[in-house]
């Protein structure tokens, strides 16, 4: 055999080989391999809610955990993330990353469990994401503040207990700066209430505004203990502070945990208004796996699944069909489901998406910085 016969062999025994492995490692059209790559908060979905999917599907989760927006943003704006599924907080993060092209739109289609879903939440996300096109609201909840009742009832026994007096009058923290107080760590959490409290448009981007909210904050600043989202709980509890900005979501652990210590903690909703938290899912571009990311998503729309999500962890979602499933006692639980009067007093914070609003959030944000540093 001459030398070009033992070239065309090879070369047709190649040939062979690699199609021979493409058909082996590869999936039939419309098939991915049966991973989904799950991103979310620490908590939010119970380990049997994963499991019964992968039982259902076939499709085995592959689940991280992040505990602020700011590592998910990082991680999907320097690259490809690998994720198929992620849960990031709706204003401002989910429309400014829709700008940046960051998600890939939903296909309805594949979703038909998304019916049905609350409208006064639709409504709220259509801020964010106008006709949901690209993240599906799912968590919600409220930002209010919390307080040890025996504490506080000591210190200032006429306290405005209903009202954002208790967080930004100068005169009421400086009573309580003995016994400690806490605000959440971002300044989306405290500038746009700020400004409110001063009676201003709680989503100006006027520079001018911003500034009079860092002189108000400035003059707070000697009474605040610490700014911290992730151990409020614990500061309320152990007797660190008194008085914490704080989520809906996390606060039921503070309750009961104080409960067991002889303590009270409440979680107030301010008649002033307050912001709407929500949490929505989205599929990133470049996704591994888009139709299992979809069928993951249609899963947890389920009303069986979204009650219990709600009945493990205490949070609230938007599938209106899971109410009837999920255990009384949650239901009639104020904080975890606020009455119609205070759903009305409630705001998503207007996304910063514009050229000029992303100016005015880079001056917000050193101007944050210079806060917490005093």
Not at 119 to 144: C, E, H, K, R
Request: glycine content about 6%; charged content about 20%; hydrophobic content about 45%.
């Amino acid at each position: 055999m001459n030398r070009k016969h033992i070239i065309a062999l090879i070369a047709c025994f190649a040939a062979g080989l690699f199609f021979y492995l493409q058909k082996a490692t590869s999936h039939q059209p419309g098939q991915e391999a049966p991973y989904v790559n799950v991103y979310n908060w620490y908590g939010m979905i119970p380990h049997e809610v994963l499991r019964q999917f992968e039982k259902e599907t076939g499709i085995r989760v592959r689940y991280d955990l992040y505990d602020n927006n700011e590592v998910l943003e990082a991680k999907l704006l320097a690259s490809n993330s690998g994720y198929d599924v992620v849960f990031p907080s709706a204003s401002p993060y989910v429309a400014r990353q829709i700008a940046a092209k960051v998600y890939q739109p939903l296909n309805k289609a594949l979703l038909p469990n998304l019916v049905g879903l609350d409208p006064v939440i639709i409504s709220q996300m259509n801020v964010a994401d106008p006709g949901i096109v690209y993240a599906i609201p799912y968590y919600w909840g409220t930002l209010g503040f919390a307080y040890v009742k025996e504490t506080i009832d000591q210190l200032i026994p006429n306290a405005p207990y209903d009202s954002y007096r208790m967080l930004f009058d100068p005169a009421i923290l400086g009573q309580l700066k003995g016994c400690g107080v806490s605000f959440l760590e971002e300044a989306v959490d405290v500038i746009p209430l700020t400004l409110a409290y001063l009676g201003l448009n709680r989503n100006s981007d006027s520079l001018e505004d911003l500034e009079k909210a860092y002189q108000h904050l400035l003059e707070l600043r000697s009474s605040v203990r610490r700014f911290n989202s992730a151990r409020f709980i614990t500061d309320l509890v152990m007797g660190d502070v008194c008085l914490a900005q704080a989520w809906s979501g996390d606060i039921q652990a503070a309750e009961t945990q104080a409960k067991e210590l002889g303590k009270t903690i409440v979680y107030v909703v301010p008649v002033e208004g307050t912001t709407l938290w929500i949490d929505a899912v989205a599929i990133p571009t470049g996704a591994p796996h888009p139709l299992n990311a979809h069928r993951f998503i249609d899963f947890i729309l389920r009303p069986e699944i979204a009650a219990l999500i709600t009945n493990a962890t205490l949070l609230p979602t938007a599938v209106t069909k899971s109410l009837p499933l999920i255990n009384p006692e949650i239901l009639k639980n104020p904080t975890i489901y606020p009455s119609e009067k205070v759903m009305k007093r409630l705001h998503l914070d207007k996304p910063q998406n514009t050229k000029e609003s992303l100016a005015y959030d880079r001056a917000r944000t050193r101007t944050w910085a210079k806060v917490r540093l005093g």
